[in-house]
């Protein structure tokens, strides 16, 4: 005898209380210590400074907010920061913070640092 096909309705109240949390990357100290080096040997080569901010974003629920780092980018060219890096998901996203496009996604930090300025040898860089 075959198999009926049941539709299962899921209301919002059983979504909110669901245990899955979106898996999402941080800023690790690791990161730190990468940005750092690579500030540094990147001076001679128009980078500026760099600074690991916090902005909040709404989440789906709309009563609670997530805490999202991110890295912009001084260029010695602007005042303005030139670029944003921050996670999405399990890569990181660098966006040209002046003309306000994605430039690309990537499954390292270091990669994408080095899509900015090639400044550290390839050697250097490790995985995500």
Known sequence: MPQ???????????AECSN????????LPRHREYLSRWLEAGLRMGLFDAEITTTS???????????????????????????????????WVLIDQLREHKLGSYSSFEVALNTIRPVLPTAEIFAA
């Open 4 to 14: 009926q096909a049941t539709s299962q309705h899921f209301s919002p109240q059983v």
């Open 57 to 91: 974003q709404r989440g789906e629920t709309h009563e609670s907010s997530a805490a999202i780092e991110h890295i912009l980018v001084w260029v010695r060219e602007n005042p303005q920061p030139a670029y944003m890096l921050r996670p999405q998901g399990m890569h």
């Open 20 to 27: 899955i949390v979106p898996l999402r990357q941080g800023v």
